[in-house]
């Protein structure tokens, strides 16, 4: 089963506008991670957030995390069509190196 | 650095045929993954290797499947035989120290493999 599960699972904006993507999970985790896919490519990762921090920025980018709540969301600010993507989160499993993805949220950005 | 690197980009093969998917990890990290990508069932963790030792193969779907790592520097995931379920694909990862380190995945452009 899906560690993380994204919301919403397609989102489409126009180029400035902020994107919010969450992302919930069910057990336990040390970190949680943030990844985008562009078409044809492979996964790249984005932000690392542990378990006992409560938001972290890089860049043009937000994650927050509610440990109590088992959700995490990705924030975009200033969006621009290059960040059309999608965008998966993954946790480990407790103590495993395992990590398990979402099916992601597909993003696309019109300029 | 030229990141995790998989051949081939693309693998089209019958019903039956034997599949060698390749993967050279990033130079001196200690953890290598094989992933698997369909529409149906999103991303799926095959199986680790940590020191090219094999650490959790739970989620090779069958004895079809299987993977070594000789060397620090390959790893092949082999399907024999395949069969048009298998078509997705797939992806190999490499991590410096592993999620419990916090040591986040580096991935390559995966191979996809269409079997008819």
């Known amino acids: 089963s899906q560690q993380g599960e994204e919301d919403p699972q397609a989102l489409s904006i126009q180029e400035g506008e902020n994107a919010t993507m969450n992302c919930s999970y069910k057990?336990?985790?040390?970190?949680l991670q943030w990844y985008r896919q562009n078409s044809g490519r492979g996964l790249v990762h984005l932000i690392l957030?542990?378990?006992?921090?409560r938001e972290k920025h890089s860049g043009r980018l937000r994650v927050t995390l509610d440990t109590s709540k088992k959700s995490s969301s990705l924030l975009i600010t200033a969006s621009r069509a290059a960040d059309t993507a999608s965008y998966f989160c993954?946790?480990?499993?407790?103590?495993?190196?395992?990590?398990?993805f979402g099916k992601g949220t597909k993003l696309t950005v019109n300029p | 650095d030229a990141g995790v690197i998989q051949s081939p980009r693309h693998e089209v093969t019958e019903m039956g045929q034997e599949v060698t998917l390749r993967c050279k990890p990033i130079?001196?990290?200690?953890?290598l993954f094989w992933y698997r990508q369909t529409m149906m069932r999103g991303l799926e963790l095959l199986i680790y290797?940590?020191?090219?030792?094999?650490?959790?193969d739970s989620g090779m779907p069958e004895d079809r499947f299987s993977a070594k790592m000789p060397n620090a520097s390959f790893s092949t995931l082999k399907i024999q035989p395949s069969e048009p379920r298998d078509s997705a694909v797939y992806f190999c990862?490499?991590?410096?120290?592993?999620?419990?380190?916090?040591?986040?995945?580096?991935f390559g452009n995966g191979t996809r493999l269409t079997v008819t």
């Open positions: 990862a490499s991590s410096l120290r592993g999620t419990s380190y916090n040591s986040p995945l580096h």
């Open positions: 057990t336990s985790i040390n970190n």
């Open positions: 957030i542990r378990s006992n921090e």
């Open positions: 993954a946790t480990e499993r407790g103590g495993s190196e395992k990590l398990v």
């Open positions: 130079s001196g990290h200690d953890y």
């Open positions: 290797f940590n020191n090219n030792v094999p650490i959790d």
